[in-house]
């Protein structure tokens, strides 16, 4: 069965920091993972992604405050995330992608007061 598990939402406030991971299972050779978000009444963006070689891009929003990494034998990712916004208040998914799909997590809440 495939699984990716989202974790480490929460509420901080402006400024803070929270570091989300993502562990997969039932999903083998995944090549690119990636982490997107979703505010209310906006579509789906890429946050970040980096492939199994561990090269990264990242959206310019985040450039310089959030930092995607992975550990490949544990088929998981993380996102450090650093001087949140209230703008980054999102529901954030994690993606893995293999050469034939795509295969999402249930999302995280993240929350940024002002």
């Known amino acids: 069965q495939v699984q990716l598990v989202e974790s480490g939402g929460g509420l901080v406030q402006a400024g803070g920091s929270l570091r989300l991971s993502c562990a997969a299972s039932?999903?083998?050779?995944?090549?690119?993972m990636g982490w997107y978000r979703q505010a209310p009444g906006k579509q789906r963006e890429l946050v970040a992604a980096i492939t199994s070689g561990g090269s990264t891009n990242y959206a310019d929003s985040v450039k310089g405050r959030f930092t995607i990494s992975r550990d490949n034998a544990k088929n998981t990712v993380y996102l450090q995330m650093n001087s949140l916004k209230p703008e980054d208040t999102a529901v954030y998914y994690c993606?893995?992608?293999?050469?034939?799909?795509?295969?999402w997590g249930q999302g995280t809440q993240v929350t940024v007061s002002s």
């Open positions: 039932g999903i083998f050779s995944i090549k690119a």
């Open positions: 993606k893995g992608d293999t050469d034939y799909m795509g295969y």
